[in-house]
């Protein structure tokens, strides 16, 4: 780089470190987030299970409450199940997948799952909880919304909690301290690729 070159870029990075320090400094609050991860792309879930090792590496205390039933344990349920038993995970049992046509069946499964989450959201000691395809129950009305986002309002002040899912609807985008929505520009599988293991799974 020319000396000139050099310079210039020498104090644009000087006033793009002071911007940074000085939104770090505003930064002020100590408490834990409410985090949405939505949209259509893919990466809700990984990104979910991405806080998850975070978390973990700092022996925080994690719960995971997953509200929809996949054919196969995906490989980090897996993980989680067999490799992490300080992970506290609930996984929705029999009732409502993408195949069921059971609507009181799928309700019932709902709300049981809905109390393991709920336990979660009153207990201090949980640094972290990922409810994962949260928003689809209530997409479905199969889970009372109010219900819902009064138990993350009301949630330990320190206590970090993660939602993911399509949808989610207004008021839980307002409740929410963090939303990031996923767009899908493109994906494999509309390409004819296969789910991949370790991948989509
Ligand atoms: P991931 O679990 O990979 O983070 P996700 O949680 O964002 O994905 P879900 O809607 O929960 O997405 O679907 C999970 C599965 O569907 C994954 O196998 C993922 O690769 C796949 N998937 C996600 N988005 C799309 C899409 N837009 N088109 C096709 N398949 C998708
Ligand atoms: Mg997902």
Same mark, same amino acid.
């Given at each position: ?15 793009? %470190? ?25 990466? %809700? ?28 344990l995906s490989g980090e349920e897996l993980f989680?199940k067999n ?6 995970? $609930? ?34 000691? $949980? ?14 009305? $199969?889970?009372?919304?109010? %219900? ?48 991949? %293991?370790?991948?989509? $799974?």
């Amino acid at each position: 780089m020319s000396n000139d070159k050099e310079q210039r870029h020498k104090e644009a990075m000087k006033k793009q %470190k002071a911007k940074v320090d000085a939104n770090i400094a505003a930064a002020d609050e100590e408490r834990g987030v409410a985090i949405l991860l939505t949209g259509n792309g893919k990466g %809700k879930s990984s990104s979910a299970f991405g806080m998850v090792m975070r978390a973990l590496g700092y022996d925080h205390t994690v719960g995971v409450v997953q509200f929809i039933k996949g054919a196969q344990l995906s490989g980090e349920e897996l993980f989680v199940k067999n490799k992490c038993p300080e992970v506290t995970l $609930y996984q929705m049992g029999t009732g409502f997948t993408w195949n069921t046509q059971d609507r009181s069946g799928d309700i019932a499964a709902a709300e049981e799952t809905w109390a393991q989450a709920e336990a979660m959201l009153q207990d201090e000691r $949980y640094d972290l909880v990922v409810l994962d395809e949260l928003t689809y129950m209530i997409g479905y009305k $199969y889970l009372d919304e109010q %219900k819902i986002l009064d138990a993350i309002k009301n949630r330990p002040r320190e206590q970090s909690v993660v939602v993911t899912g399509r949808g989610g609807g207004s008021a839980l985008q307002e409740l929410v301290d963090t939303v990031a929505e996923i767009k899908d520009v493109k994906h494999a599988f509309r390409a004819g690729v296969k789910a991949r %293991k370790g991948v989509d $799974y």
